[in-house]
């Protein structure tokens, strides 16, 4: 096949291939710095802090609350939270969560930092997580309540809200279950979601908690 | 307009605005290796028959521009991230469906112009990048799309592997049964 070649042409070509091929994988990727949607969202989450909505959820013992009221109103300065998202027939996921959660507890303990972090577990099986199942999860991972606190939102929309704040996306398992990514999300004493962390990062987790806590004062 | 176009037109429109996207992208391998495949085969078709004397041909005349889009835009969505979004965000489904069609339009008169040797380097990136993605993808403790199965992901990654494997042998052979001491002929798609 002869083309008869004009080259200024040809390089009005290239320029316009090279420049349309860096700026659609520029926005894939959110400028060549992420390839999933978690690290997407944990990076723009430490750039700006989401404000978390006050959404009204049902704890352990039946009241309801707006989802950052800390319960223990004997503390004078509010506390770093950080949050997770469980259902409490969770299998997978959910269980390293738990797991997670009982060392963070312990750490909090042992390290005398329970006035400046707390634990707080959102489940969003709004149908099936009532006080009752929640108690008795509480009671299988030993949940100290000074520290750690549950609680469901009271409807969907709620719940909702919630997980799009967040950036939780819960996909069926096609067995009735879910899956959901999950992550450590710290919140900060104003309430705002200010870094998100692997559900693993134990360390890295309370040390953004404390960071948090202590910019706040 | 030639039964082939006519098909290109009613392949986009089938896969960009029925019920048949929602099928194809409920499962990762089927957004990945049917849903983008098939998208970007449309486009192919709907382009007609390349001539020497078209747009494209005098902005491109070596076929290099329009590979390098190709390999963008297909890159592009095997990013998890973009899959993410072109399930959960209209506006970018529609993007998806427009730069694959424009993609697989390049493509078609980008790949006569290019030569073997431009053939060559085109095919073999998109095969180590399938081939590497798919490792990836059968390979990764987590979840890398948040709209996604573990398992559909461990699919979705045997099926790249697959089709690079597919893609790897078929140019072997092609170049196999090329006269001794030649290079592989441009491969002629109708």
């Known amino acids: 096949m002869t083309v008869r070649t004009r080259p200024w042409r040809a390089a009005i070509g290239a320029a316009s291939a090279v420049v349309a091929s860096v700026l659609l994988l520029g926005w894939a990727t959110s400028g060549f710095a992420v390839l999933t949607t978690d690290a997407d969202r944990a990076r723009r989450v430490a750039r700006v802090p989401q404000p978390v909505p006050d959404v009204a959820v049902r704890s352990l013992d039946g009241t309801v609350h707006t989802v950052l009221v800390d319960s223990r109103t004997s503390s004078a300065s509010p506390r770093a939270v950080i949050v997770d998202f469980v259902y409490t027939r969770c299998v997978t996921v959910c269980g390293v969560l738990g797991d997670t959660y009982q060392q963070l507890q312990r750490a909090i303990l042992e390290r005398g930092l329970a006035d400046r972090v707390r634990l707080l577990t959102i489940s969003f099986d709004v149908a099936h997580d009532d006080p009752e199942r929640l108690t008795r999860y509480a009671m299988v991972k030993r949940v100290d309540p000074t520290v750690w606190t549950l609680a469901t939102p009271v409807d969907t929309s709620g719940r909702d809200v919630l997980l799009q704040t967040f950036g939780i996306q819960v996909v069926s398992d096609g067995n009735g279950g879910w899956v959901h990514n999950a992550a450590l999300h710290i919140v900060d004493p104003q309430g705002r979601l200010v870094r998100i962390v692997g559900i693993t990062e134990v360390d890295s987790a309370l040390d953004a908690a404390l960071d948090a806590w202590a910019a706040a004062r | ?190």
């Open chain 2, 1 to 190: 307009m030639t039964t082939a176009r006519r098909l290109g037109a009613l392949m986009a429109i089938v896969l960009a605005a029925t019920p048949v996207r929602d099928l194809l992208v409920a499962r990762m391998s089927l957004h990945m290796l049917a849903l983008v495949p098939m998208m970007l085969l449309a486009g192919w078709l709907l382009r007609g028959r390349a001539s020497s004397r078209s747009m494209d041909a005098s902005f491109d005349p070596a076929g290099a521009s329009g590979l390098l889009i190709g390999t963008a835009v297909l890159t592009t969505w095997m990013i998890p991230r973009a899959l993410d979004l072109a399930v959960t965000s209209p506006s970018v489904a529609w993007l998806q469906s427009v730069t694959l069609l424009a993609a697989g339009a390049l493509l078609r008169g980008a790949w006569a112009r290019a030569g073997a040797i431009g053939q060559a380097f085109f095919v073999g990136n998109l095969t180590w990048m399938a081939a590497v993605a798919g490792l990836l993808l059968r390979d990764a403790p987590v979840r890398l799309c948040t709209t996604y199965l573990e398992r559909d992901q461990y699919y979705a990654g045997t099926g790249l592997l697959l089709f690079a494997t597919a893609c790897g042998v078929r140019w072997f052979a092609q170049w196999l049964a090329a006269p001794t001491g030649d290079s592989p002929r441009a491969v002629r798609v109708p």
